[in-house]
């Protein structure tokens, strides 16, 4: 029974090679065996060998694999991006179910007693944000540095009555290091300021009225007619009195499906600046002017709609207006284009009625291409409706 430990019992007691005078005592070589077994921890397989289900078990054991590192996760990207050549906000990208008030708490912008984190964040993107309701997946948000308003100068303004639309002082706006105010006078059409801890949103001015002065007709050459002789002259009457007719007022609002139509332009002046139906008119819930869908033109040539001095050309394609043209007129009226692909026009420049200024696009706030459209009468924004053709 003990051949396999490599030695031979014979019936006398002794082990092959093992003489008479060191072979243990007869009874004694198996109880010896088995308590050196027992000491190896291999009695019973000597004896019975190792049980069925040990060697199944070890025969199906699968070799442990080694476990293959875990990849290191991608970081996020920033949920607000800098943007180093605008230091006084970043920009947030609209996702699926956000609201102003969630990216507000989502980025840590806070508003004040006064005033909200969402209505800071609506009138900073002013024209087309002006509630949680009007953003949508994709778009892209200005998130003020801190706790304020951005305002972009669209009119010629003080700075003291920037600070007084929004209640705070000009101190408060000048210590603000990003608005790069060195002289209070120095304030430019187009630029962004940072209006810290406003106690109020800026009223928007409108008016109703026409322009103060009604343009003159264009000059067209005047043909003096051929006088046609007769035998009997005609009695003499007197000659009608001319009498300025009284400026136009209109009174009735256009209806907001009505589309552009090319042609002589209106009695003060205005001719469309491109050619499209109107996607949003002017209202509550688009207080500062109009929208041409430019769906079927995509890139469509904008034109002046007026005579006038650029006064600004630029902005940012991110946000906002995106590029956009200001006109001054020279009567009081000024016209703003927004949401170009590309300016063909700088500010200083002088631009006729119907000269080129830029393509259409969708820069800025802009889910499709279009051409927001505006007109001021010193400075207050009117229905640009009543002043076209």
Known sequence: ML?????????NGMASGESRSTAPRAGHESLATFDALARLGLASQAFSGPPRSDIETAASVEPTATPSPSPTPTPEPPVCVDDPSHPLYCIYTVVSGDTLSGIAQKLGFSGNASLSAAEMLAQSNKPDVVSSDQIVPGQRLRVPKQSGILHTVLVPESLGEIAAAYGVT?????????????????????????????????????????????????????????PTPTDTPEPETPAATPTSSPRRTPTVAPSPSRTPRPGRPSN????????????????????????IDLYQDPNATIVAAKSGIVTF?????????GLYVIIDHGDGTQ?????????????GQSVARGQKIGLGGRTGYATGNHLHFEIRVDGKVVDPMLFLP
């Open 335 to 347: 016209t703003l284009y927004a949401h170009f692909s590309s300016i063909a026009v700088q500010a």
């Open 170 to 226: 000009p101190e408060a706006i000048v210590s603000v290091a990003g608005n790069n105010i060195a002289d209070a006078n120095s304030i430019r059409l187009g630029q962004d300021l940072l209006v810290p801890d406003p106690v109020k949103l800026p009223q928007v001015a409108t008016a109703a009225a026409p322009p103060l002065q009604t343009p003159q007709p264009e000059e067209t050459p005047t043909v003096q007619p051929t």
């Open 3 to 11: 051949a396999g430990l490599g030695a031979t019992v014979f019936p």
């Open 268 to 291: 003060f002046g205005f001719i469309w600046p491109v050619q499209g139906p109107i996607s949003s008119p002017f209202g509550p819930s688009h207080p500062l002017g109009i929208d």
């Open 313 to 321: 050309a630029g902005g940012n394609p991110c946000c906002s207006y």
